[in-house]
């Protein structure tokens, strides 16, 4: 009889043998003071871990595997490691949980195992955290020595690209960024975090200050979108002759000149709604003194010539030129038939002209502004003002003589005019103003008179002086 007892307990000691065996974690003793990998290669008869591109298979997947510790210890320990407080959890766990497993350099040590089931990458933990804490550091000095050469570079040269050593300190921080996860989790003294904290910084910074395409393209960007449209076109003309076929540029130029046509239609629509330059489309309302013939000398004429006035009324219009300088335009008077007087005895003077009639002609008239000791005068132009004007028309009514002559009368009329502060109003000014005429036909009949009267004028058709209209041109350019 088969001892069923004894049959039982080979059968438990064959049964552990075999689970032994197929532990592929056997290859090694004390699994725990190491980090490895297992690929099952069991069918794969063509699997040889002497080549180099199997190797760096494996070693990439033991490279995944320690980031990957790395990531979940380091996530233990966030709640209360710090450096400097300039780490959130978050921004702790992100800085590795991205960073390049490439970058991390080590020699592992490569098997096959439980009877060529699987194939083993492994290194011993405490020679690797010591390899990675010796490169961490020393790649940090190195990156310092290297930043200290750029930034003398940079000091004797602002305007050198740094095309190349920006692209290395990148590759470098990289690596950097791949390490740091792991000098967390090993617990490594502050000192170190911090010289990576601060040399990280200082890279940043500089690649941030450099004279690059990035970095102009970027300030060209942040210029636009504070409106110092000066500066961006002043920096975007710059690149553009440095760089003549760089694509980049071309789509930043076109935004630029989109947002300066928009500033610079509100910017004109602004300065006039505030401008002091404008046109004149006056009313007036003065009296002539009596005609006086030009051919006579009587000096009784000339004692009573502002005893007696006549009415009229005058519109016109007045085109001023940006500066508020000089004037131009035309007007209308009407002259009305009839005379006053302030005196109670009668005279013997006698209105040359039967009926109202009107005179019709050109004006040309030239400002000389009270506040001349300003250099911007031409922006204070609602102040009161001195202008000297030349009226130069004819009266347009058919003019017959006592003896059947028809006549045609010319004037010319020099004169001035004051402009008072209207300064407050945004519609309108008034002024009075003083013109002596000399009326001459063609026939004896020639007079002279002077007029005085009172003028509203209103402002129409604002417009941007010359010095707001350059400084406007100068600071709205746009790129062809």
Known sequence: MININRLFSFYLLFLSF????????????????????????????NFDISDEETKLDLKEALTNQIVSKIQVQSTVNQTFKRVNNEFSETEVYNSFAVSNSDAIIFNPTYRICSNGEYAMVYIEKSYFNNLAINYFRNLIRRLESILDIYNERYATNPNYEFKTETAELSRVISTLDSYYGLMISLNVEESLLDSYVEVDREVKTFINSINS?????????????????????????????????????????????????????????????????????????????????????????????????????????????????????????????????????????????????????????????????????????????????????????????????????????????????????KSQRSSIYFRYSIISSNSVYNYKTASLGFTFNIKSGRKLTEKQKEDVQNRFKTIN
């Open 213 to 425: 395409l990035e970095n102009n393209l970027i300030k060209a960007e942040s210029l636009i979108s504070d409106n110092d449209f000066v500066k961006a076109y002043d920096l975007l003309t710059n690149l553009k002759i440095r760089y003549p076929r760089e694509n980049k540029i071309k789509p930043l130029i076109k935004n630029y000149n989109d947002f300066v046509r928009i500033a610079k239609k509100n910017e004109i629509r602004s300065l006039k709604t505030i401008s002091s330059s404008n046109n004149y489309f006056s009313l007036s309302l003065g009296v002539n003194s009596e005609f006086e013939d030009s051919n006579t000398s009587d000096s009784n004429s000339q004692n009573s010539e502002f005893n007696r006035f006549h009415p009229n009324l005058q519109a016109s219009f007045i085109r001023n030129n940006r500066n508020k300088t000089l004037g131009w335009g035309i007007y209308s008077k009407y002259h009305i038939a009839s005379t006053q007087t302030f005196e109670e005895n009668e005279s013997n003077y006698v209105y040359p002209f039967s009926e109202d009639f009107i005179e019709a002609g050109v004006i040309i008239q030239l400002y000389l502004f009270s506040n001349v000791t300003n250099p911007d005068y031409y922006l204070d132009q609602d102040y009161s003002a001195f202008a000297v004007s030349l009226h130069a028309g004819r009266y347009l009514n058919n003019f017959i003589s006592s003896f059947g002559e028809e006549l045609n009368f010319t004037s010319i009329s020099p004169g001035f005019e004051w402009y008072f502060n209207n300064k407050s109003s």
């Open 18 to 45: 075999s689970l032994f065996a197929q532990d592929p974690t056997s290859c090694i003793e004390n699994p725990d003071d190491y980090y490895f990998s297992l690929r099952n290669i069991s069918g794969d008869n």
